[in-house]
Nanobody
Framework: QVQLVESGGGLVQAGGSLRLSCAAS????????MGWFRQAPGKEREFVAY????????DYADSVKGRFTISRDNAKNTVYLHMNSLKPEDTAVYYC?????????WGQGTQVTVSS
């Protein structure tokens, strides 16, 4: 089981930026793909962004394309989500996990709140 710790969330005005980080435990981080996901109040958790093991391939939900960028640093066992041009509808708890996600690996997430 991998331990995942998300950080970097906060309160930001619409149009602002945040960078989320996800630190993973273990020695095999560089061998698996990672994803960012989010869950807004009253809604199902949804996919946000994907990055393959090397960082050479990424993919995004249509709702964040052109505004969010996922990256990783395998030397630091960390994956990032750079979020620009934030909108109120981006308000959610953001989680990282392997992609496809492992149910037992979900962490506490980090809250992102975008005010209008």
């Amino acid at each position: 089981q991998v331990q995942l710790v998300e950080s970097g969330g906060g309160l930001v005005q619409a149009g602002g930026s945040l960078r989320l980080s996800c630190a993973a435990s273990g020695r095999t981080f560089s061998t698996y793909a990672m994803g960012w996901f989010r869950q807004a109040p009253g809604k199902e958790r949804e996919f946000v962004a994907y990055i393959n093991w090397s960082g050479g391939r990424t993919d995004y939900a249509d709702s964040v394309k052109g505004r969010f960028t996922i990256s990783r640093d395998n030397a630091k066992n960390t994956v990032y989500l750079h979020m620009n041009s934030l909108k109120p509808e981006d308000t959610a708890v953001y989680y990282c996990n392997k992609q496809p996600p492992v149910e037992s690996d979900w962490g506490q997430g980090t809250q992102v709140t975008v005010s209008s």
